[in-house]
């Protein structure tokens, strides 16, 4: 699996978790994908968070995200920031896609990230499209 669908299908997890309400998120997170997955999740966040502070961008898009977790820019700019992270990184790449994997299906020649309402499209040239 690719470092931008990873990155994506993270950034669908980690975005309601940024805001002031993501407790109760975390909670969701951890009944409808299991205790394991939310683990694997936090654990992920806990290795990335740090190395974002070398990507402005990505840190802006993160704290944005903490404010509004509908913010689809700032969804794409931290997808952007972590593919890098992940492209850099095997083992926190491997981790993280063990974490998306349940999520991702495959349509054509794009991934698809499926959490809630919230559909992420993953081109195989790096374009990404959210809705929901």
């Known amino acids: 699996m690719d470092p931008v669908t990873i990155a994506t299908g993270l950034v669908a997890l980690l975005a309601p978790l940024m805001s002031a309400a993501g407790t109760a998120a975390a909670g969701e997170i951890g009944r409808n994908l299991g205790a394991k997955t939310a683990d694997r999740l936090a654990d992920v966040w806990r ?9 402005r961008a990505a840190a802006r898009a993160a704290a944005r995200l903490a404010e509004n977790p509908d913010d689809a820019r700032a969804r794409r700019e931290l997808a952007a ?7 850099a990184d095997r083992r926190l790449a491997r981790d993280a896609q063990r974490t998306v994997r349940p999520m991702i299906r495959v349509h054509g020649n794009h991934n698809v990230v499926q959490y809630g309402r919230t559909s992420i499209n993953a081109g195989q040239t790096g ?3 959210i809705t929901g």
């Open 47 to 55: 290795r990335l968070q740090p190395r974002l502070g070398d990507d």
């Open 127 to 129: 374009d990404i499209t």
């Open 81 to 87: 920031g972590i593919a890098q992270i992940l492209a």
